[in-house]
């Protein structure tokens, strides 16, 4: 990553944000299409978009507009830097209780002290904004907040505007007809670095034997080349069609989009209750529903997914045991079936201390053994090693938190970086020391499956 290119962004590191007032007003409306609201922010809000949709689709946000961006390219203190932002301005809130919380919405690069040079152009090491127009869908009710974050005394005349620019998205989100979304037209597909990617494999098997490890997670990437550019309600639409089970989730930097459907939840806090999901051992679906069973009931006793999953648990566990009380955790787990891939489940459940908030679990997290590696340091050291590529924001955390510090964070796998006509997708698994080259690889096309599918990816043999 490139920090020059933040340099707009920094500034707000020196901001003092008692100079700040945050005005937040809500209005609820008849429910609408999420993706129609983010379709119309299309011409005026593009490059400062965001989605997100929980796996449950009880929650969904759509953001538009930067009321504010908080950024950082620090190498160390990322979480901490987001986090103390935040409050400083949560603080500048001018409603006593807001009817709808303002939200703040973004993500963390998987480790910023790896210096490969990557796509990762307009993505720092962690970016976060509150949108200037926000659409919560709650339950069975929507609600569009304008938030106006300002150091300018008279705010009249500027607060109408955005009221008026309110109702017109509102108005095209509920009547205008969304564009029909034709899946792209993939004109090439390359593995990047392929043979290192094989061969690092090798190289960290040889390592775990050695002991300077138990598990690593080793990732490649794959670049798709469409014929035209592909716009990013286009893909979250895609993704939404063929992923439905899954966390939805996209944020725009200037011309580049993330996006994905990932499984996986990270951490979620609400009314100081936390919950976090260790998902790590995966097998595909079967084609019938009897060799599907099978799949699972092999995967669920599969010695090695088993270890690669109980790392997970451990260490989720123990970072709750320092920020939770009345830990729950399952002795053994389930099975997640979502569309392509079957895997290995286990919820961790706390209650959260006083001083503990949802950026600290969050940082403790990150990366957890389904992502990084156990022990965590060596497995970072050896990822940032050995690994072809600069995850960017893949594999990190990405969600959302609001003013009274309820959230929810996803692990950001099963995702894309889309740049206008090309797209980067990322897919990963974990070493340990019986892994093989092959089956490793075999695993990775099993992870792109989603993606690809959503991207018209897939070969005809393939699908
Ligand atoms: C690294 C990925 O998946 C992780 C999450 C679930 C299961 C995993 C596994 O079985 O290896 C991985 O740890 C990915 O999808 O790119």
């Known amino acids: 990553m490139n920090p020059q290119q933040y340099s707009s962004i920094e500034q707000y590191a020196d901001t003092r944000y008692s100079a700040y007032r945050f005005y937040t007003e809500t209005i609820e409306v008849s429910r609408m299409s999420a993706l129609a609201f983010f379709e119309a922010g299309e011409k005026q809000y593009k490059g400062k978009r965001m989605f997100w949709q ?16 908080l950024a950082s390219s620090v190498q160390q203190g990322r979480f901490e830097e987001i986090k103390h932002k935040w409050e400083s301005l949560c603080k500048q809130i001018v409603n006593e209780e807001p009817d709808v919380e303002p939200i703040l919405f973004g993500g963390f690069s998987f480790d910023p002290l790896n210096e490969l040079e990557s796509e990762w152009t307009h993505f720092p090491e962690a970016y976060f ?27 009249f005349n500027q607060f109408e505007l955005m009221r008026k620019e309110r109702d017109r998205l509102i108005h095209a989100a509920q009547v ?25 494999i090798d190289k960290v098997t040889a390592i775990i034997k050695a002991e300077q490890a138990e598990k690593v997670v080793i990732a490649r990437s794959l670049k798709l080349n469409f014929e035209e550019p592909l716009s990013a309600s286009s893909a979250l639409y895609q993704v939404s069609e063929e992923q439905p089970e899954s966390f939805l989730f996209g944020m725009e930097a200037e011309t580049q989009f993330f996006f994905g459907a990932t499984p996986e939840r990270l951490v979620k806090v609400k009314e100081s209750q936390a919950l976090s999901t260790c998902l790590a051992g995966s097998t595909p679906r079967g084609k019938t529903m009897e060799k599907d069973m099978e799949l699972g009931e092999a995967l669920l006793n ?17 970072v709750f045991n320092g920020h939770t009380s009345r830990l729950t955790v399952p002795n053994v787990p389930k099975l997640m ?23 600290d679990l ?11 590696g156990e022990p965590k340091q060596e497995a970072l050291d050896i ?15 990405v969600g959302w938190i609001d003013a009274k510090g309820d959230g929810e964070f996803a692990v950001a796998i099963r995702s894309a970086l889309l740049n206008e006509k090309e797209a980067y997708l990322y897919a990963g698994g974990g070493i340990v020391e019986d892994s093989t080259p092959e089956s490793e690889y075999d695993e990775t096309w ?18």
């Open 54 to 69: 929980n796996r449950e689709k009880t929650f969904t946000l759509v953001g538009l507009g930067h009321a504010h961006v």
């Open 129 to 155: 904004a509150v949108p200037s127009f926000q659409l919560v869908i709650k339950d069975d009710q929507a609600y569009v907040s304008i938030n106006l974050i300002t150091a300018e005394k008279e705010t």
């Open 176 to 200: 205008l007809e969304l564009p029909k979304y034709q899946k792209p037209l993939v004109m090439g597909r390359t593995e990047i670095k392929k043979e290192q990617y094989l061969d690092s």
């Open 302 to 318: 599969d010695k090695k997914n088993r270890s690669e999953h109980q790392y997970v648990v451990d260490m989720i566990s123990e």
């Open 337 to 359: 079936k979502i569309r392509d891939i079957q895997h290995l489940h286990t919820p961790v459940e706390g209650e959260l201390n006083s001083g503990s908030t949802l950026f």
């Open 362 to 372: 969050v940082r403790d997290l990150h990366p957890t053994p389904a992502l990084g």
């Open 383 to 397: 990822i940032r090693e050995y690994e072809t590529m600069n995850r960017g924001y893949y594999a990190a955390p």
């Open 446 to 463: 099993v992870k792109f499956r989603p993606m690809l599918r959503a991207l018209g990816g897939l070969l005809s043999d393939e699908s």
